[in-house]
């Protein structure tokens, strides 16, 4: 069992910034890549971000250079700064990891509840 535990999200302006969090917890071995998606009424979710265990990253073209994301490996704990945002970037927000648990040793993909980011005037 595994769970991820988002905070942040809520209402921004035009321009403005939030910061996402999502930690994972559970009887973790291993996380090798987690990540951060969003899913907008009547769109399909759509990759955002991820990173590596080894801190590589990759960015959808959409959000390259206004968002970073980064983890904090001791706690397991994925992070999402997200600069300049725009009204587009308006979605539910979810967490994700590819982790590696014991008692039996698994390796699964693991969602968070999801968190709402709003962008609006």
């Known amino acids: 069992q595994v769970q991820l535990v988002e905070s942040g999200g809520g209402l921004v302006q035009p321009g403005g910034s939030l910061r996402l969090s999502c930690a994972a917890s559970?009887?973790?071995?291993?996380?090798?890549?987690m990540g951060w998606y969003r899913q907008a009424p009547g769109n399909e979710r759509e990759l955002v971000a991820v990173?590596?265990?080894?801190?590589?990253?990759n960015y959808a073209d959409s959000v390259k250079g206004r968002f970073t994301i980064s983890r904090d490996n001791a706690n397991n704990t994925v992070y999402l700064q997200m600069n300049n945002l725009k009204p587009e970037d308006t979605a539910v927000y979810f967490c994700?990891?590819?982790?590696?648990?014991?008692?039996?040793?698994?390796?699964?993909?693991?969602w968070g509840q999801g968190t709402q980011v709003t962008v609006s005037s």
């Open positions: 994700n990891a590819d982790v590696v648990t014991g008692a039996p040793r698994r390796r699964r993909g693991a």
């Open positions: 559970g009887s973790i071995i291993n996380i090798y890549i």
């Open positions: 990173i590596t265990s080894g801190g590589s990253t």
